[in-house]
């Protein structure tokens, strides 16, 4: 099993910045990719961003392209979701996720997510 436990969720001013970090524990595997997935009251849960192992691949929704930068530090387990210029929109429920490739995460074939942390952001 592995266990994900993200962090850094809060309120947040239409135009600021925020990041959350989410560390994985337990059993991981050698390699595997990571990544955020959100979720908005009354709506389905969609793919925000994913990383590779290496970190040498990641991919966006072009609704945040340009604004969130994902990275990772394999050392630690752990990735990092920077999100800049936050608009309305993005206040949501924010999940970590692993897959075992960055292909198979954004086909929605996750292994584990972890439990969310919230982001709002005001007008």
């Known amino acids: 099993q592995v266990q994900l436990v993200e962090s850094g969720g809060k309120l947040v001013q239409t135009g600021g910045s925020l990041r959350l970090s989410c560390a994985a524990s337990?059993?991981?595997?050698?390699?595997?990719?990571m990544g955020w997935f959100r979720q908005a009251p009354g709506k389905e849960r969609e793919f925000v961003a994913t990383?590779?192992?290496?970190?040498?691949?990641?991919y966006y929704a072009y609704s945040v392209k340009g604004r969130f930068t994902l990275s990772r530090d394999n050392a630690k387990n752990t990735v990092y979701l920077q999100m800049n210029d936050l608009k309305p929109e993005d206040a949501a429920e924010y999940y970590c996720?692993?897959?075992?490739?960055?292909?198979?995460?954004?086909?929605?074939?996750?292994?584990?997510w972890g439990k969310g942390t919230l982001v709002t952001v005001s007008s």
């Open positions: 996720a692993t897959a075992r490739d960055t292909a198979t995460m954004r086909g929605g074939r996750i292994n584990y």
């Open positions: 337990g059993r991981t595997p050698n390699t595997y990719a």
């Open positions: 990383i590779s192992w290496s970190g040498g691949n990641t």
